[in-house]
């Protein structure tokens, strides 16, 4: 008997058994990358957070539609709804259209996601390509009255929506100091005034004669603000409520907070049921950002070409590094935790690899079906990957000792645990083994064989030299002898 | 001195010299997949084909933009302008959300282009991502009288355009005989009476009750016609008459006629000023096809996993064998000539390793710059990458003769030819080395090294055996000697 799921929902800060709205399907909404620039370790958590729960809800038996996103356009440079598109700035640097700097990072992100074996979502809708849908949602908030018309843009009106619903309540901000407070600084700024409140959030914007990126609407020739295409898009594809919405507690407010607002004020009604963050990643204990240097993206850790790194770290390293903290906790980066995560990963695998070497006994020393109920238990507790990893090292040292004989498992338990440990380890937990190019390798132990073949034959010690071409024969090999020197090739 | 690029002009039926509008910009249009399965052997060639052409483009030092799109929506079972759109039914056999399909197969998409090392394009827009911008281009259409609505549909008057323009001119067919044949005998299908003459085509198509992919328009809730998303798109990314637009031969008619005909007819430019197409590929001299039984996808063709194929051939083998042929001649598949094309490419990759280790003369005996000469010229002569790879296969011979010392090159040709050799394998051809597993192999040498060592020991022949020890630290891999037998592990 297995327990029930639960997920920490941050609407209500309190884990709550998990059951879907219309089971066996589950929907799934993850808000995906702003594609101006490299994926780096603040998209991994995230995305590898989410690929666990993914993984996790199909291997009960859920038909998952998992819906990342990716903005396109939108997202602007600052947060209160002023400064350029963040990719029509990078465009304008790089001297790219837009869509070829989207295309380019959306190609890296991809390659990034893939190689750090995290599942491609069932739909990846973009924000460009859903403007329709957007627009007929911004009429629709107007129609409530929930949103205004100013200077050709258009505006959610927070206060209004504030008198008959709770906005704040997911992010736990006040809203008479958001209305008070907020943006009030920036005021002064071109355009914010256009805004009734500061507190006030875009859902169109009115394009600036440069601005390259822009479409008709009821308003003016422009684009939408960065909120609405989460409302949009999750609708079109979900429906008017959906199971569980997914995102980096830094998109609590205003993104998050703003897509409950849009969707209340656009149908009445609340898009999610549960709401899940997972926590931030720092570098040696600081906040990552480009200013402060530290900002590692995935490659350069792939490659181990940044300062702040002592060795380049395998995607599976990361993906380990990840899952040993619970995505509810912060997570300092640092070397020493990468370097020790390569090696706990790695002895799983080697654990796992000597399974099937083991030798059975009449009896168990060890109950292995608690163990697997201890690795459910934990998954089952919102998520805790870092104690299920803490279970599968008890096992590996379980699979050590049977091998040194000093504990013992029947052929049964030996299959059961091999079962287990590939479950989680490969297919819940996400990670895989790693393939190396050992050309290298493989060059240097020839030459050595041959030469030692070579020295045989002048020792006349024929048994020898001729064992060794029959069994590299066997293996397929073609050992050619030159004038020089015998040569190699793999038939 | 080289010669300039000339490329065979579908339109002109010559070879023309290929001069840009914009140099040194170069906007390039090809047409991209319907994503409703599996990328066969009839993809690889269209895609590599214009590889080549983007590559040796950018090589000329052309800045290009290269769109190629995904056909996500519109694309409908039946040419006639009839039947289910190919995604939606797809998704109804599936039990999936048409976008679901989509996402599926323009992930495996990208997985097989990868594998055959085609570049990505610089930008990969969606039909369903560009409803605005075809819905725009459909209402100037009307505007300028081309095209008229009937029953919330809109068709293209083939008829009326024809009087003041030349319909069938790219694809040689004769408007009369369109107007008085084609499609006649499909005039009883429903729908097909909306049209007022059987030669007009579908611009937008309004929505049945159960069609799932809809939008808004001024006509109706529908979908755009399959041709119009090219027309909208290239025009959004390459201008209103840009450089190249390129596909295979069968979308000549009548997708590229009616391309031209929706630029023609909205803004009254011709769109393209080169149009390229690449022949068909048969297999074993038959037209290749799902009912026929010989249809083999790509990740068939590269696992083996196929009825008519006696292996799994290597994306590079594949890539390849493409390659030998010009691509406006048909290419006939057959495990011969995959075979055939394996081998080749071995060849080359071999030369090109030998090419470091040749000895240098004082003089050369052979021309290492007429073959390089030799090499651009083919490539110049519409991309004839047949004759590049012949005369690729010289340079491999010469290099193999000067390392059997029959031929002598200076060292400065050596470096010339290494040059040479590179640029067009790798670059151009976009060829690259296999990496392969060779795990293995390496289990069986290091088993067979560990025995040598053994039996060395048991010889006492301690220097064989500390030779062995030692080199085998040099590569740094450990040694453990266990109870039973030696182990070895890559530190």
Redesign the interface.
Known sequence: MQNPLYITNSLSRQKEQFIPLNAPLVGLYVCGPTVYGEAHLGHARPYITFDILNRYLQHLGYKV?YVRNITDVGHLVDDADEGEDKIAKKARLEQL?P??V???YT?SF?DSMRALNIL???????A?????EQI?MIEEIIQNGFAYESNGSVYFDVIKYSKTHDYGKLSGRIIEDLIAGAGNEKRVLEGQDEKQNPADFALWKKASPEHIMR??SPWSEGFPGWHIECSAMSKK?LGETFDIHGGGMDLLFPHHESEIAQSKGSCGKAPVRYWMHNNMITINGQKMGKSLGNFINLKQLFEGDHQLLVQAYSPMAIRFFILQAHYRSTLDFSNEGLQAAEKGFNRLISAIHLLPTLKSSATSSYDVNELKEKCYEAINDDMNTAIVISHLFDAARLINSVNGGTEKLTQEDIVSLDETMKQFVFNILGLMKE?K???A??N???K??LS?RD?AKQKKDFA?SD??RD??T??N?IIKDEKDAATWA?S
Chains 1, 2 share one sequence.
């Open positions: 539609r259209e869509m070829e989207v295309e380019l190609t991809h491609p979502p069932s739909i990846e809708p973009r460009s390509g859903h403007i329709i007929k479409w008709p594809y393939e190019d050992n050309s390798d493989m240097g132990i020839m050595l064989i030692l020295e020898t064992k060794i069994e590299l066997k293996l090999f793999k």
